[in-house]
């Protein structure tokens, strides 16, 4: 059967509401992602679309106002541009005959902010591009391609939480907690975090030291919470990832790992960009979740808009990395 | 075309980060930066770079805060792309700006300093690159 045969069945199964079967080893693999029949397929990316295009054209503002208060040599203009074609693509993602041509404009203005940042782009631009490239392919014709682009933004989800972890193990600073201990000595809010479990004249001793000296340290502490709880993580991230792909576990590894990613995020105040990595771990769990939950991050994401520009508190909670 | 772009998208979150820690290592390409998914893994702090120009009896350092606006630019240009793409960013447009700038100086040389911690003794340890520079260079 010719690709473009294979479309056409496809097309009419999903008319009749039938699950479209697997064929060859890319199919199988993408298929540990989970079952979907196609009207859950289709609501789920639905969801997960309009999401990251808000998050997107939020994001968009917030840089918008990072630029402009810190003076980063950005174009304000162009970085308006951007903002405001994403926002159009939010829009159009609102309107139900044209909301497969909102992430095509988005991507649109995700080039331009990529063109203007690289090759100092913060990666959590990158999570949010290489979604929103998925969510592109969803094409004219409802039922179609959701599954394949679900599946995808899932693995792409599970792959990048489980690298988070490896990359750890990968740098060697996690098995004795020295990067938990350098970052204490860098003062702020690691130091707040840790306080409870590192004594003050040990964060005292980090903090004395200069990280731009050669021999400086030694960064590590012999605190036995902080050497678990430094390689809890990465055990966490890498053993939440391979459970999120099989069956039995996904709600569980699901849950556990929104509450990971948020604790962590909160910790490290990037508020944005956890709401945007628990939305892309909502789609493991059973029910429309996106859906249910979208509201709620609407109005969350409103109130980062409003502190960014000094009307709500907590702007300190809400700085979105750019550079 | 739809399972490419998919198999693209698996292959930039799952592939390219193992790429990625081979540059950070062999190139210093910043760990936080491009999707290698490292943030929070390895310590990235700020380089250190130093300009020499060539006096009579070796080389002194130049307080760049004598070089014309232009110049500080181009060095400060210089350390942002150094701290994000590591040694694929070299200082010759630093260079040039300097000399350009600066008639007294004939030759000079840029010393880049980066920082990394080591996980087996838990202290910094520091690498030195040089980059020699002539008015001949920029003929």
Not at chain 1, 36 to 58: E, I, P, W
Not at chain 1, 130 to 150: F, I, Q
Not at chain 1, 212 to 223: M, Q, W
Not at chain 1, 238 to 256: D, K
């Amino acid at each position: 059967m010719s690709r473009r045969e294979r479309r056409a069945e496809a097309r009419s199964r999903a008319k009749a509401g039938v699950a479209i079967p697997e064929r060859g080893v890319f199919d199988k693999f993408l298929g540990l992602a989970g079952d979907f029949d196609t009207d859950v397929a289709s609501g789920k990316v639905s969801a997960l679309r309009q999401f990251l295009l808000l998050h997107g054209a939020v994001r968009s503002w917030l840089w918008l106002a990072l630029a402009v208060e810190h003076d980063a040599g950005l174009s304000p203009f162009l970085l308006a541009v951007a903002a405001a074609v994403i926002s159009a693509g939010f829009g159009l993602s609102l309107a139900p005959r044209l909301a497969y041509l909102g992430p095509r404009l988005a991507l649109a203005g995700l080039a331009l902010q990529l063109a203007l940042t690289f090759p100092l782009t913060d990666n959590h631009f990158f999570v949010e591009l290489l979604a929103v490239l998925l969510v592109t392919l969803v094409g004219r014709h409802p039922k179609c391609d959701e599954t394949l682009v679900l599946r995808g933004l899932m693995w792409m989800t599970a792959l990048i939480l489980f690298h988070t972890g490896l990359q750890k193990v990968l740098y060697g600073h996690y098995v004795h907690g020295d990067f938990l201990a350098f970052m204490v000595g860098r003062g702020g809010r690691f130091a707040d975090l840790f306080a409870f479990a590192i004594p003050a004249d040990e964060i005292a001793r980090l903090q004395s030291y200069n990280p731009i000296l050669t021999d400086a340290g030694p960064y590590r502490v012999s605190e036995p919470v902080v050497t678990i709880l430094s390689n809890a993580i990465y055990v966490l991230e890498m053993g939440l990832a391979v459970l999120l792909m099989w069956g039995r576990t996904r709600a569980v590894a699901a849950c556990t790992s929104i509450l990971l990613v948020s604790v962590i995020q909160l910790g490290a105040r990037e508020v944005v960009f956890a709401m945007l990595f628990v939305n892309l771990l909502l789609p493991f769990l059973p029910g429309p979740w996106n859906r249910r939950l979208l509201p709620f991050f609407a109005v969350a994401y409103l109130w980062a808009l409003g502190a960014a520009w000094g009307l709500f508190p907590g702007s300190e909670l809400i700085t979105p990395t750019m550079l | 075309m739809k399972e490419a772009v998919v198999t693209f998208v698996l292959l930039w979150a799952g592939v390219w980060p193992l790429i990625h820690r081979g540059l950070v290592a062999r190139y210093d390409l910043n760990p936080w930066k491009h999707s290698g998914w490292a943030m929070y893994s390895t310590p990235k702090p700020p380089i250190v770079v130093a300009v020499l120009k060539r006096v009579e009896k070796g080389h002194a350092v130049l307080d760049e805060r004598t070089l014309p606006s232009a110049a500080r630019d181009a060095l400060d240009r210089f350390r942002t792309r150094r701290h994000a793409i590591g040694k694929f960013a070299e200082p010759r447009d630093a260079a040039q700006a300097i000399l350009e700038t600066s008639s007294d100086v004939g030759s000079l040389v840029v010393m880049v300093q980066t920082f990394h911690l080591d996980p087996t003794t838990a202290r910094m340890t520091s690498v030195m690159d040089r980059y020699v520079y002539s008015r001949r260079d920029f003929r």
